[in-house]
């Protein structure tokens, strides 16, 4: 069977295997923003399990823009050894190193999820949290944020670029910049985090002028033939598709291959018609942008099921799908999915000492379809 989902995507001189791409998911066990053994752990084994490309968790492009002690970085030269590192633990998997970019803004010095409500959050004597305006989260013991001075911004914005050049120089052949979900560039772009009155603020071609020149800054250091997404929050507290669609034909302007589309995350649930949590329930908004601008996109939200995933690339909804709770619960996620597909050799991803012992297992069950062994009909589940 021909599978859509697993034919191969080429962005720029980026060529992957196929569309099932590793959502970055923090662990927040970095050590002054260098990885650690965990992170060759987590991004080893699902590398190994067969995606075209492997995204890095949220990486700080200053210091002060972390979101917990336990972020990884690239505000420094001495971290690229470390991620070049994870570069090569992704390649030997098969697969293609990504990174995902990120400066917290308002959501940074807090602790991980998992923490005791009643934990401390670290010490701000040398972490001051910045923002476009000062406007805190809207949740209990979230830290004030300075509403940051043009130096500040003109500073982040060069920061974006020297973490650009040492993403390069780890050997990282995609980034994508996080710029949904309320951190820093979102929170630049919406009316309702940014009170700006200088050409920052104001009117959505001011509110969107530090992604532009993040974007540009980037590109001065990021090569030609490697790839650049950017993550938008799609629809939101006051901000509608239409505004997105409108920022990302401008965004294609300036040399920004893929839009990663997510939606939310300025306050709670983003619109108060936005759709309940569900199979595959952001993917409309892939689509429309994708049919709007013309510019590839990559779809996220609850992607579980082979055939589902199957169906958004084959109907053009999305060019990319991302996973990331579900290939914590099975790392092998892409290779299952290509063998309940009937791809013909469901395990050329993986390496041969895997592969051959997958299809040796898969003997031991002669005149089983793969289709019985646990997918289900995606219509069944909505």
């Not at 989902?5 to 066990?29: C, D, H, K, T």
């Not at 949904?180 to 700006?196: E, Q």
Request: hydrophobic share 40%; charged share 20%; proline share 8%.
């Amino acid at each position: 069977m021909t599978s859509h989902l697993f034919s191969p995507f080429e962005i720029r001189g980026v060529a992957l295997r196929n569309r099932v791409v590793v959502s970055p998911m923090w662990q927040y066990l970095g050590v002054d923003g260098a990885p650690t053994v965990a992170h060759t752990v987590h991004l080893g084994r699902l590398a190994e399990g067969g995606p075209g490309l492997t995204i890095v968790e949220g990486t700080t492009v200053d210091r002060r823009g972390r979101g917990t002690v336990g972020d990884l970085g690239l505000w420094q030269d001495d971290l690229v050894p470390g991620h070049a590192g994870l570069v090569d633990i992704i390649r030997a998997g098969g697969s293609v190193p990504g990174i995902q970019l990120i400066h917290a803004g308002r959501k940074g010095r807090r602790n991980p999820p998992w923490a005791p409500e009643d934990q401390p959050v670290p010490d701000p004597a040398d972490w001051p949290v910045l923002a476009p305006s000062a406007i805190p989260v809207p949740v209990p013991g979230a830290a004030a944020p300075e509403a940051m001075s043009l130096r500040d911004i003109e500073e982040t914005a060069h920061s974006w670029a020297q973490a650009a050049r040492r993403a390069r120089d780890a050997g990282y052949d995609v980034i994508d910049v996080q710029a949904a979900h309320g951190y820093l560039l979102h929170t630049f772009l919406s009316p309702l985090t940014n009170r700006r009155t200088d050409a920052y603020g104001g009117s959505s071609h001011n509110r969107a002028r530090l992604l532009i020149e993040v974007v540009d800054a980037i590109r001065t250091e990021w090569p030609d033939d490697k790839a650049l997404f950017v993550r938008l929050s799609c629809v939101d507290v006051r901000w509608g598709l239409d505004r997105t669609v409108e920022l990302v034909r401008e965004l294609r302007c300036h040399a920004v291959d893929v839009i990663d589309c997510t939606s939310g995350g300025l306050t709670g649930r983003p619109t108060p018609d936005a759709p309940a949590v569900g199979y595959g329930y952001q993917v409309p908004y892939a689509e429309q942008v994708r049919v709007q601008t013309g510019s590839p996109t990559m779809a996220v939200g609850m992607i579980v099921h082979a055939r589902q995933a199957e169906e958004i690339v084959a109907c053009g909804r999305a060019d990319l799908v991302a996973l990331g709770r579900e290939l914590l619960h099975n790392p092998n996620w892409p290779l299952d999915a290509a063998r309940k597909l009937g791809v013909a050799d469901p395990y050329a991803a993986a390496p041969a000492r895997t592969a051959h012992w997958l299809r040796k297992r898969d003997e031991s069950f002669p005149g089983l379809a793969p289709s019985t062994m646990g997918d289900l009909d995606v219509a069944t589940v909505g």
